[in-house]
């Protein structure tokens, strides 16, 4: 079993900065893909961005320019730096791995809220 454990969300304004953290613990394996989903209400989860253990990335084409992943292998920990933050990027952001190619794994955090609100 691999443990997630999010942190880093909150209530931030239109236009400005959020940084989520997610560190893996357990029986996680450094080739894993990890990767960030988020869900808003009424709406399905859906891939935010990704990261592989080399650092090649992917991300939805509504945060491309405004959101960065990346990760520290060493601590086992992926993050999402989030920039210009709009309205529409409200939701629980879920940190997701146990997949060694770019589709979700099995493992999920717990969820983060990001409300973009004034």
């Known amino acids: 079993q691999v443990q997630l454990v999010e942190s880093g969300g909150g209530l931030v304004q239109p236009g400005g900065s959020r940084r989520l953290s997610c560190a893996a613990s357990?029986?996680?394996?450094?080739?894993?893909?990890m990767g960030w989903y988020r869900q808003a209400p009424g709406k399905q989860r859906e891939l935010v961005a990704a990261i592989t253990s080399g650092g090649s990335t992917k991300y939805a084409d509504s945060v491309k320019g405004r959101f960065t992943i990346s990760r520290d292998n060493a601590k086992n920990t992926v993050y999402l730096q989030m920039n210009s933050l709009k309205p529409e990027d409200t939701a629980v952001y879920y940190c997701?791995?146990?997949?060694?190619?770019?589709?979700?794994?099995?493992?999920w955090g717990q969820g983060t809220q990001v409300t973009v609100s004034s």
């Open positions: 357990g029986s996680f394996f450094s080739g894993y893909f």
């Open positions: 997701n791995t146990g997949s060694t190619n770019w589709s979700r794994g099995p493992y």
